[in-house]
């Protein structure tokens, strides 16, 4: 596995195509080598994903006519070596899946560690009243299931009704932290005597005959 650190290091090297003078993109190496089997003896190589590239662009009928089958060539610079190779790739997305993006990686990486950050306030949050941890946890469909989960409780257990809004406001994918969250925002309502109106969703007294928002009747 590939360190964010060593990631980011060879995802801002430079290295340029030989052939068309394109800046090279990281990529992440695929799992198995096409040719000899031996692997590739590295987590990333460099790779011109430029289709002007003569040696893509020229590589189709090459290909083509010498093997008969759909394919063409990317030019490809292994880490620490000065020459490059041309490698086969059987269609136009070949590689372009696998980019090692540094403004991407940088996103993933404040992501995981505001996971990790809310996941250490979550066991102090109730004495604190702190939803913030609690919330960003609900809402963060790429945090760990158990962390979500816990957050939901404890959300019922901050009984703040400044937490359902957001929640509301939010579509998950994982739906049983969604359905886990709205028991939680049931509670809170049930806890405060209040209901959601039907008609314009916000927040209004439990007995309430008229909504004093929409101004709707409440049956
Ligand atoms: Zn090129
Ligand atoms: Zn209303």
Redesign the pocket.
């Known amino acids: 596995m590939l360190s964010y650190e060593s990631c980011i290091k060879y995802a801002q090297e430079k290295h340029f195509?030989p052939?068309?003078q394109?800046r090279l993109s990281c990529c992440e190496t695929p799992p198995f080598h096409i040719g000899d089997g031996l692997g590739w003896g590295s987590d990333v190589m460099f790779v011109?994903l430029?289709d002007e590239?003569p040696?893509?662009s020229k590589g189709w009928k090459h290909i083509e006519e010498q093997y008969g089958h759909v394919g063409s060539y990317r030019?490809m610079l292994l880490p620490g070596e000065k020459k490059g190779d041309i490698m086969m790739v059987g269609s136009r997305e070949a590689f372009t899946g696998c980019i090692i993006d540094p403004e991407e990686l940088k996103k993933q990486d404040i992501r995981y560690q505001d996971e990790q950050e809310s996941l250490k306030e979550l066991a102090t949050c109730v004495e604190k009243h702190n939803l913030r941890p609690v919330i960003g946890l609900i809402l963060d469909e790429c945090a760990g299931l158990q962390g979500r989960l816990k957050s939901c409780e404890l959300l019922a257990a901050l009984n703040d009704l400044a937490g359902i809004d957001p929640i509301r406001n939010h579509f998950f994918t994982n739906k049983e932290v969604e359905r886990n969250a709205n028991m939680a925002i049931n509670q809170i309502l049930e806890a405060n005597f209040k209901k959601e109106c039907p008609y314009c969703t916000e927040i209004i007294k439990k007995q309430a005959k008229l909504c004093m928002h929409c101004g709707k009747e409440l049956i």
Do not use: A, L, M, P
Request: glycine share 0%; hydrophobic share 10%; net charge neutral.
């Open positions: 195509c052939h068309c394109t011109c430029n590239c040696i893509y030019y």
